[in-house]
């Protein structure tokens, strides 16, 4: 389980044809513009440089590839949801993730990060159904939770856990500012990658 990470950036790729070689294991990040993806991969890395945050929403249109291990990766997708995204562009980032989800052996398992002040969205239901389908594990981390009092905390996580019963999808808070449920994303990381 407590598998050593040795981190570094691999690759960027912004169609199908440049995705990294399907072997080995990996876990891809995925949720809205802005939810904090890149910022939850930095922290659960312990590498603060690793991926760009941003506060501009939609940054990360590229699909970023990070190594933790031999045969082992860390998949940053880009966010979607963004309203001001051009329609192409929209089309273009459905016909990459459909590419992706469809045929991505390596893939083991998603990270969901989700805004707990929004909660879970259509689309990220969509996401979830995906990777279900497929038989691939889910995580869903109700990012920033350092915004909201214990209250709408508890609350949130009890509304998303019932929106998730009866799949196998584990819902926990996550603050990258608070270090608040980092250990326990690692480890359900570690346990798919292993
Ligand atoms: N307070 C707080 N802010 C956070 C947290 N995580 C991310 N943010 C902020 O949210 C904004 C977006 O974070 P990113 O990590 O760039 O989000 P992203 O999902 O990668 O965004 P795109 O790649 O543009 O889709 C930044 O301003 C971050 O500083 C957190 O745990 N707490
Ligand atoms: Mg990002």
């Known amino acids: 389980m407590s598998t050593h990470w040795n981190v570094k950036f691999l690759t960027s790729a912004a169609s199908a044809g440049a995705l990294v070689a399907d072997h080995g ?6 949720g809205r513009s802005n939810a904090g993806k890149s910022t939850a991969i930095n922290a659960i890395t312990a590498r603060s440089g690793l991926a760009r945050v941003s506060r501009t929403p939609g940054r990360t249109q590229l699909i970023n590839f990070f190594e933790v291990a031999p045969e082992r990766r860390l998949v940053d997708l880009p ?16 016909e990459l993730m459909r590419h992706y989800f469809d045929r991505r052996e390596s893939l083991v398992g998603l990270v969901l990060i989700v805004d707990s002040r929004r909660g879970l969205g259509a689309q990220d239901v969509a996401m979830l159904e995906w ?13 920033k939770a350092d915004k909201l009092n214990r209250r ?24 990258a500012h608070d270090k608040l449920g980092i250990d326990e994303a690692r480890a359900v990381m570690n346990g798919w990658l292993a």
Not at 25 to 30: D, G, L, M, Q, S
Not at 88 to 93: K, L, Q, T
Not at 152 to 173: F, I, K, M, N
Request: net charge positive; hydrophobic share 45%.
């Open 25 to 30: 294991r990996e876990v891809a990040f995925a």
């Open 79 to 94: 966010g979607y949801g963004y309203a001001k995204v051009p329609e192409a562009v929209r089309e273009r980032w459905l």
């Open 131 to 143: 990777v279900l389908a497929r038989g691939r594990g889910a995580l869903v981390l109700l990012s």
């Open 152 to 175: 709408d905390q508890s609350q949130v996580l009890r509304e998303t856990r019932s929106a998730c019963e009866g799949t196998p999808v584990v819902v926990q808070l996550f603050s």
